[in-house]
């Protein structure tokens, strides 16, 4: 392992554990933001030096995560970083030649893809973590409404009779998968693009920029999120793997869904672009469905490239060993 990306990565993954710490550990918003921030330290050093640099943030990141804390937090902090930064890496930074020169980067849509499958298996991946299974939480989250209704006033309605809370926490349950990944794939797909940019802008990402407008998604997600749809009319097992990928899947049909918007406010209407916004912060209940639909529905049949013109060559130089 070459010595000094090993240490930039060792340095990356101790700026990453200390956020992912911080946010552990502080206020309910401090922690929102830290943990927002939690990946982009080691992302920003292996787009800059490469696969060895993100093998080293991980491990010197889960260790110290794992000595400061506990063994879980060590496993669940390599599980729900260490080991995506290191995926992403080798993703973003595969390049097929043609001779001397480079012929294309591993496209954008499969790291996003990559990211989506990830999120959606993260919560699988972490059961173990706390028991095995996502019941075993009903009963501290019945404990915490507990909490909630002893220091609420006589006449809140946080003063729930029992089967009421018994139901609102089986209800937690079921939509906590889905709510996990959707998080996780959000804030690390933004991550992702943050530390291109941030790599890109000091001359340290070897490829060439991510063009965000031009991801294109498997067609496969499409058949994959329908199938998903059907896994969580079942009970059990199937229904955390099926609400697990609605999450994630939804967040890549999401981001597709602005990609179009995107299109369109470049080459026919300029108010598109920023309307998709607007509705998306001030009308997300309604907003954010539409546009997940209108993503999969680009996934699936590729309508928006028929108004994108011609895409550049790849540029760039060979990624950091």
Known sequence: MPMLPALIGAAGGLASAVLFYSAVRGSVGLSILLFLLTPLPSLITGFGWGLTAAVSGAVVGALLMASAVGQNFG????????LPIIIVTHLATLVRYDGDRIAAWYPEGGILAAILLYGGALPILVTPLFGG??????????????????QAPPDSAWRMPDEQKQHLAKLWID????????????????????????SR???????????????????????????ATFAVTFSGEARIIGASFI?????????????????IGQTRARWVTPAAYATAIFAGGIALPVLAGIGLGETA?????????????????????
């Not at 496993?75 to 260490?82: P, T």
């Not at 299974?133 to 002893?150: G, K, M, N, P, W």
């Not at 802008?201 to 067609?219: M, N, Q, T, W, Y």
């Not at 049949?301 to 060993?321: H, I, L, Q, V, Y």
């Open 75 to 82: 496993i669940g902090y390599f599980l729900a970083l260490g």
């Open 133 to 150: 299974s996502y019941q075993v939480l009903e009963t501290d989250f019945v404990r915490f409404l507990d909490r909630i209704a002893e």
């Open 175 to 198: 939509v906590m998968p889905a709510a996990l990944a959707a998080y996780w794939t959000l804030f690390f797909a933004i991550n992702v693009y943050l530390a291109a940019r941030i």
């Open 201 to 227: 802008a000091s001359g340290s990402l070897p490829r060439s920029d991510f063009a965000v407008s031009r991801i294109e998604l498997p067609v496969l997600l499409a058949p994959a999120f329908l199938l």
């Open 247 to 263: 999450g994630a899947l939804f967040v890549g049909f999401l981001i597709m869904g602005f990609t179009v918007a995107h299109v």
């Open 301 to 321: 049949f590729r309508f928006r490239d028929r108004m994108m013109p011609p895409s550049d060559a790849p540029t760039g130089e060979p990624p950091n060993a």
